[in-house]
């Protein structure tokens, strides 16, 4: 049984992990060689298609780089502004409308982005933000919402009421509460959020695309690698770097703050 066992993990590992092998592998390979032998890294490997999409002059991957993180911090901060206190006041209400409240915002993780797309852009012209970098932060931090307030409602039910009691004894009001009791254990939970929105954010494609749109001059690292390409383009040996290139400094981000993650997700359960 445990061979069995790992045998079916291994497999599935190397299903999971051939993706990424390929674009690493042809990143660095010429077009030829990509398309006869792909999976194949025993030929002639060259990091000058990686330095070809660095400097090509259609797109700038530096100022890609800076705009999407721009994107992730002002939508990581208006996330946290907005879903912490939501959370708390409905991880703390006893009334029949918090859970209510709380199923609301559960039902936007069932309706997918896409879908929103259409009437969302319709709204953000009657209100003159389409095309627009507050808009798009809008929109985007709409979309963490429910997963964050989930995340965070389960974590502040594992903290003592008598926390927050106890505080309130001492004439503190709840927004101070709030700031100075509750948030500081929170870390785990917010570290977790910070790491799933800013792997979301940074990896999207269509919602940058519609919202600004090419007409705006912003681009993100997604729709960057995408113009640079272009619409009839077959070369493998620019798009593979290009796209190598979109998803290195996130996949190293994700690596390293896994472990923030996990315990995140872990620490609920695991408190009394």
Not at 225 to 252: D, E
């Amino acid at each position: 049984m445990k061979v069995l066992r790992t045998g079916i993990l291994t497999i599935a590992g190397v299903i999971m992990l051939a993706p990424l092998y390929l674009l690493v592998v042809n990143s660095f390979k010429s077009q030829q060689d990509i398309m006869e032998r792909p999976f194949s890294f025993l030929v002639d490997l060259s990091p000058s298609y990686l330095w070809d999409a660095l400097t090509a002059p259609t797109y700038n991957v530096v100022r890609g780089y800076l705009v999407t993180a721009g994107f992730v911090i002002g939508v990581g901060l208006l996330c946290l502004i907005v879903t912490i206190p939501a959370a708390y006041v409905v991880a703390r209400g006893l009334r029949r409308a918090h859970r209510v409240a709380l199923m609301i915002m559960l039902a936007g993780l069932f309706i997918p982005s896409q879908v929103l797309v259409i009437p969302v852009v319709y709204v953000l012209r009657s209100i003159n933000l389409m095309g627009t970098v507050p808009g798009f932060l809008l929109f985007e931090t709409t979309l963490t919402i429910p997963v964050s307030v989930f995340l965070f409602t389960g974590f502040i039910q594992t903290i003592p009421v008598q926390l927050d009691e106890a505080a309130r004894i001492d004439g503190a009001s709840r927004l101070r509460i709030l700031l100075q009791v509750i948030v500081p254990l929170m870390r785990p939970a917010i570290a977790t959020v910070v790491v799933l929105n800013a792997v979301s954010v940074w990896a999207d494609f269509v919602n940058p695309q519609i919202i600004l749109g090419p007409a705006s001059g912003i681009y993100t690292v997604t729709t960057g690698v995408y113009a640079a390409i272009g619409q009839f383009t077959t070369n493998f040996s620019a798009v593979y770097p290009n796209l190598l290139l979109a998803i290195a400094p996130v996949f190293v981000f994700f690596v390293f703050m896994q472990r923030h993650i996990i315990s995140g997700l872990t620490s609920g359960a695991l408190k009394g």
